[in-house]
Each structure stands twice: as structure tokens, then as C-alpha cells.
């Protein structure tokens, strides 16, 4: 059962560069999420999906664009990468009850 | 006010020690509670969810008091694998689709 996968687990990018964080799940869920969490600041929301075809901004959207082509994957892209972004990239998917599952995460680093 | 408050420790104790965690939440419409778990460096797995009526999963109970707007987590017969970092978590009804709120984590370490 894999519930929620994230690939890469691990990044370097130089300032400027552009790279797609990919989130999948198997457990049919329709609302998917990206977090970013950074020491001190606790779990912010990126961008989230409440279906296949639909993407929302969340907390913190800037430098960021998201696709939901597929139930099952959801897409957070990093057009042009900068320093800031440094961070640790969780996606999640939903359950009934409001309870959220996920992934285990991507480490970015920008230089 | 932060919207979800909780200590940031971090609490040390000892094993078999009875330890608890209070967080508090400003929106007094949210309707889902939550604890979750963080190991160091891994992704938030979610502990329990936290009824109104109170709820035990072994060593573990939640409460919740929606008067005064917090949720408390009480570890009993702390175990040195319960060191971790513990999130509070709520959702608020009607809020941006169902959206998580979380709090920034109270980290509990158990020493031998």
C-alpha cells in the first residue's frame, strides 16, 4: 500500500533554474496539497486541488504553479528557482474525515 | 492571536513518565481536530483525530474543549519512541475547502 509518494526525494538547484516536484496517490482521494516547511514556521500551504482539473492558491503561491491533469498526481512547479524557496516539499491527499496523508517529502536546496 | 498556539518545548522526561500537551485554536467555528506526529526530518503522520466527547488509543488521549477552545494530548508510560514533534490540527467548517490548519509543533523528548 503505498498511499502517497513524492519524487525526487532529494534536489539541488542553482538560482534560476526551473524543475516539477511529482505527488501521486493510490487512495482516490480528490483533494490533494503542497506544503512547504521551513524551520520555526511550521507547515505552509502552497497551492492545493479539491479534483482532477482544478488547482488553488493557498498560504504562499508565489513562485509556484501546480497542475492536476490526473486524479492521482498532482504537480508543483518551480519556474525559475530562487534561494528562498530552500525548503522541505510535502504533498498531501485527503481522507473522508478531513484527516490528511502524506507524502515523505522532498528536500530542494537553491544555490 | 495565531490561529493555532502550542508550546514549542521542548519537553524532556523520563521514560514511564505521564506527559501532556495543550494547544489552543482562535476560531471558535473549526469543526475537525487532529493530533499528528513528526519525526525528525520525516513527513507528518496523523496520531488521532480528537473528538468532543474525548477519545483514548492506548497510552494515548485527546481531549477537546470547544468553550475554551483547546485540545490537549496526555501520553502515558512514555516510551523513548514517543520522542518526536507533535502537531495540533484543525480544520475550520466552510473554510477554504476543507483546509488544515497546523500548529508549529510541541517537541517532546523521552530520556532513558
Known amino acids: 500500500n503505498a498511499g502517497v509518494t513524492q519524487t525526487p526525494k532529494f534536489r539541488v538547484l542553482k538560482t534560476g533554474q526551473s524543475m516539477t516536484l511529482l505527488c501521486a496517490q493510490d487512495m482516490n482521494h480528490e483533494y490533494m496539497y503542497w506544503y512547504r516547511q521551513d524551520p520555526g514556521m511550521g507547515l505552509r500551504l502552497i497551492h492545493y486541488?479539491?479534483?482532477?482539473?482544478?488547482?488553488a492558491k493557498g498560504e504562499v503561491p508565489d513562485g509556484y504553479n501546480v497542475s492536476r491533469l490526473k486524479k492521482q498526481n498532482f504537480l508543483l512547479g518551480l519556474e525559475s528557482a530562487a534561494p528562498s524557496q530552500t525548503s522541505v516539499y510535502f504533498c498531501?491527499?485527503?481522507?473522508?474525515?478531513?484527516?490528511?496523508?502524506f507524502g515523505p517529502g522532498t528536500r530542494l536546496t537553491v544555490t | 492571536r495565531k490561529e493555532v498556539e502550542q508550546d514549542p518545548g521542548p519537553f524532556n522526561v523520563p521514560e514511564g513518565a505521564t506527559v501532556a500537551f495543550n494547544c489552543t485554536y482562535s476560531?471558535?467555528?473549526?469543526?475537525?481536530f487532529f493530533w499528528y506526529r513528526q519525526d525528525c526530518r520525516k513527513e507528518p503522520k496523523l496520531l488521532m483525530s480528537v473528538y468532543s466527547s474525548g477519545n483514548e488509543d492506548g497510552r494515548f488521549t485527546a481531549q477537546l474543549n470547544r468553550a475554551s477552545q483547546y485540545i490537549s494530548l496526555l501520553i502515558r508510560d512514555s516510551k523513548l519512541s514517543d520522542s518526536a514533534t507533535y502537531l495540533c490540527v484543525v480544520n475550520l467548517k466552510g473554510g477554504s475547502q476543507g483546509n488544515l490548519i497546523f500548529g508549529k509543533g510541541t517537541k517532546l523528548s523521552v530520556k532513558p
Open positions: 476560531n471558535s467555528a473549526s469543526q475537525s
Open positions: 498531501a491527499s485527503r481522507g473522508s474525515l478531513y484527516e490528511q496523508y
Open positions: 486541488s479539491v479534483g482532477e482539473g482544478t488547482t
